[in-house]
């Protein structure tokens, strides 16, 4: 894989999460976010969760390998979660956080949510700054979430199409 520049072709598609690059990127996900915080405060979907039928799952692909992914879990109630977002660390630095982020966004305004939201931990301060540069705002926690000192909680209101 050949990351040193967009000479090669970047996509980002729907697709399933269960294939072996998209596997090894949610084991990495999982590691990392494990060596940051105790079990209590980590908050990921396992693999069957991502291919429930209220899951969109996108990914990241650089000439081919998968390099990057993340899901849009809808509630149900025109509101929608940010989950596994998550870019190989070899892939890092090439925005393409930023247009898995935009691929969803859309997505999410083509399907009239009224708002994104997510939870993230507080040792994460490139994934907190990618969120508020994208207009992302802290917020309580939603849904299931209980409150914890080690997330945060944030959410964006979207336009209606």
């Not at 980002?12 to 990127?25: A, D, F, N, Y």
Request: net charge negative; charged share 25%; glycine share 6%.
């Amino acid at each position: 894989m050949c990351l040193l520049g967009f000479t090669l072709p970047l996509t980002i598609t729907v697709e399933s999460p269960r294939q072996e690059g998209v596997i090894r990127l949610l084991d990495m996900s999982s590691a990392y976010a494990q060596s940051l915080y105790p079990p209590e405060s980590n908050h990921m979907l396992d693999l069957e969760s991502l291919e429930r039928p209220e899951v969109t799952f996108w990914v990241a692909r650089l000439d081919g390998d998968i390099i990057g992914c993340c899901a849009l879990v809808e509630a149900g109630d025109g509101t929608a979660e940010i989950k596994r977002m998550f870019v190989d660390p070899l892939a890092r630095g090439r925005k393409v956080a930023q247009m898995l982020m935009e691929a969803l966004e859309d997505t999410a305004t083509e399907r009239n949510l009224t708002a994104l939201r997510l939870e993230t931990g507080i040792y994460q301060p490139e994934a907190i700054g990618l969120y508020r540069k994208a207009g992302y705002t802290e917020i309580e926690p939603f849904g299931s979430y209980e409150p914890d000192p080690l997330s945060l909680f944030m959410e964006k209101a979207l336009p209606r199409s």
